[in-house]
């Protein structure tokens, strides 16, 4: 099967995580409240960390965008180990904390089947406080 041009994944327990993920994991394939679970410790959801791409396995595997600031331009850099087809990403912007429903999203992407480079994006700063988050969510 293929949705969005992507290969689809057998899902038995329908929580979102395929079941080669869980096995490879430990995980029970026939069991969906494992996906609300934690198995590292680290604070994180497996589903979480599936969808982010982090190993479920390692608490200190960790997501992590580069950032900075250079001639009033914020620039994001999200490193190619980080983008897995299959998800889309985007970057999203707050002036205030907690923003919550207030992010505005400032770009966005769906990586294919053939990604293999880092994804840059530069935004001209606009506030005098700024807040940035990358939410990543699986294509259906």
Do not use: C
């Amino acid at each position: 099967l293929v949705r969005s041009g992507l290969p689809t994944s057998v899902d038995t327990d329908g929580d979102g995580i395929p079941d080669e993920v869980e096995d490879l994991h430990g995980l029970n394939s026939g069991d969906g409240s494992d996906a609300s679970a934690d198995k590292d410790g680290d604070g994180k959801s497996n589903l979480g960390e599936y969808v982010l791409g982090t190993d479920i396995s390692i608490p200190d595997h960790a997501f992590y965008p580069d950032f900075s600031i250079v001639d009033s331009k914020a620039r994001f850099v999200i490193p190619n180990a980080f983008i897995h087809p299959g998800r889309a990403y985007s970057i999203e912007h707050g002036t205030d904390l907690p923003v919550n429903e207030n992010w505005e999203a400032i770009d966005h992407f769906i990586a294919p089947m053939d990604w293999d480079e880092d994804y840059v994006f530069e935004y001209e700063l606009s506030a005098p406080r700024s807040f940035y988050q990358v939410r990543v969510v699986m294509v259906q």
